[in-house]
């Protein structure tokens, strides 16, 4: 079974530019999950999908970020114009329909760097 | 709100140390509580969990013991390898339509 892809590992642009990251899910996960991990952080939650819709979008600062999951799948976190401060982690999990909601299956997560 | 506190790192044993990495919690109801590892390179992956008080998660000869009086899941094993070294996320989840709320993660370095 795959597990939840992320692309691209790696990101650098320089500051005010877009930048989009995408997330496949693992095959039958209703569940997504984006969560931001800064350096020496844990991570925390941006947004959270059920299907195709945000059920939990208030960490996401709506003025420069922003999700999307159309058909309940896949799934894109755009950042524009992106900042200095945006530089981190950003982690795509996901979590099957009917299972501990604390168990979630993450992706290798996208590293951004902006400069 | 919910929180939880993570022994600060960096860890460093040698090979066949005991370890243990604190973790102490906050929440407003009955959490089920874990510990996630992110080893270099990948993702993060639940490593144990346990859901209720005095209930004990093990894996990989790791275990960890929900003590509700002290509000604590310290992660333990008895003899750590060089393949254990990653960083350990202890996390809660207070109720289904929370979050899960990681700690901030404690680094483990283990040499030979």
């Known amino acids: 079974e795959a597990g939840v892809v992320q692309s691209p590992r790696y990101k650098i642009i320089e500051k005010k530019q877009p930048v989009a990251f995408w997330c496949n899910p693992i095959?039958?996960?209703?569940?997504l999950y984006w969560y931001l991990q800064n350096l020496g952080q844990g991570p925390e939650l941006l947004i959270r999908y059920e299907n195709e819709e945000a059920v939990d979008d208030s960490q996401l600062p709506k003025d420069r970020f922003s999700a999307e999951r159309l058909k309940g799948v896949d799934s894109t976190l755009k950042i524009q114009p992106a900042e200095l401060g945006d530089s981190a982690v950003y982690l795509c999990a996901s979590s099957s329909p009917g299972g501990d909601p604390g168990e979630l299956f993450f992706g290798e997560g996208s590293r951004l760097t902006v400069l | 709100g919910d929180s939880v506190t993570q022994m600060e790192g960096p860890v460093t044993l040698s090979e066949e140390a005991f370890l243990t990495i604190n973790c102490t919690y906050t929440?407003?109801?009955?959490?089920?509580l874990f510990w996630y590892v992110q080893y270099p390179g990948e993702g993060l992956q639940l490593l144990l969990k346990?859901?209720?008080?005095?209930d004990k998660g093990s894996n990989k000869g790791f275990e960890a013991t929900y003590r509700k009086e002290t509000t604590s899941f310290h992660l333990e094993k008895g003899s750590v390898q060089v393949s254990d070294s990653a960083v350990y996320f202890c996390?809660?989840?207070?109720?289904?339509?929370?979050?899960?709320?990681f700690g901030k993660g404690t680094r483990l370095s283990v040499i030979a």
């Open positions: 996390a809660l989840i207070d109720s289904g339509n929370t979050p899960l709320v």
């Open positions: 095959s039958g996960h209703n569940t």
């Open positions: 929440a407003t109801g009955y959490p089920s």
């Open positions: 346990a859901t209720k008080a005095d």
